[in-house]
């Protein structure tokens, strides 16, 4: 089966480092997306890790280790807009590989 | 924006109704997919067409069918309407639908369900 854990809620303060983790348990494995979204708004795509390692972007890093089914989400030089959820999502390996499975996601609360 | 519209932004109906929301996916994006987003769950994947064909089906209950016509754009009819089904529906559309790409979601149509 599929099983996607990630935090339910974090706060952190204006300017600082958040790291937020995903680990999950797929039928194989094909890609990890970083997804964040607001309130009432659509997930807007930030990250795609298929390959062990680091990926950077900005403000925003994400991390994959596939041999220990573990992601994470970095995000530095916290804004009060980055007050959002943050979802992330695995690819796994099916026959029909566009499907992708989300986790119920990490409030994320910035606080001045 | 990421391209991606749906329409109605927000429909309030009652039960047993039956209602369609439209998607238009990004200019060039063969794939659309659609999904329910409720306040105790997460996002889930109900349905994603490539092309004009069912590419992959997720827990969608049979009570809800969608369709992906010539011009790509996408229906997701909802009947036999339940409490239940108050929720947000995305939908969100790629380049091809493989293994690699990136989905881009639309704005969401919230869908109240008195």
């Known amino acids: 089966g599929q099983n996607i854990d990630q935090p339910t809620e974090m706060t952190a303060t204006e300017g600082a480092i958040v790291q937020i983790n995903c680990t999950y348990q797929?039928?194989?494995?094909?890609?990890l997306f970083w997804y964040q979204q607001h309130a009432g708004e659509a997930p807007t795509f930030l990250s795609y890790n298929v390959l062990d390692g680091l990926e950077e972007k900005g403000r925003f890093s994400s991390f994959l280790s596939r041999s220990k089914g573990y992601s994470y989400l970095l995000l530095k030089e916290l804004q009060m807009k980055d007050s959002a959820s943050y979802l992330c999502a695995v690819r796994p390996l099916y026959s029909s590989a566009s499907k992708i499975i989300f986790g119920s996601g990490t409030r994320l609360s910035i606080r001045p | 924006d990421s391209g991606v519209t749906q329409t109605p932004k927000h429909l309030i109906t009652a039960t047993g109704q039956r209602v369609t929301l439209r998607c238009s996916p990004r200019s060039g994006d063969l794939s659309v997919y659609w999904y329910q987003q409720s306040l105790d769950q997460g996002l889930q994947f109900l349905i994603q067409?490539?092309?004009?064909?069912?590419?992959a089906k997720g827990n969608i209950l049979e009570r809800f069918s969608a369709q992906q016509f010539p011009d790509l754009h996408s229906e997701l009819n909802l009947s036999s309407l339940e409490l239940g089904d108050s929720a947000l529906y995305f939908c969100?559309?790629?380049?091809?639908?493989?293994?690699?790409?990136?989905?881009?979601f639309g704005p969401g149509t919230r869908l109240t369900v008195l």
């Open positions: 969100a559309s790629s380049v091809s639908g493989s293994g690699t790409d990136t989905q881009y």
């Open positions: 797929t039928s194989g494995f094909n890609g």
């Open positions: 067409y490539y092309n004009g064909e069912e590419r």
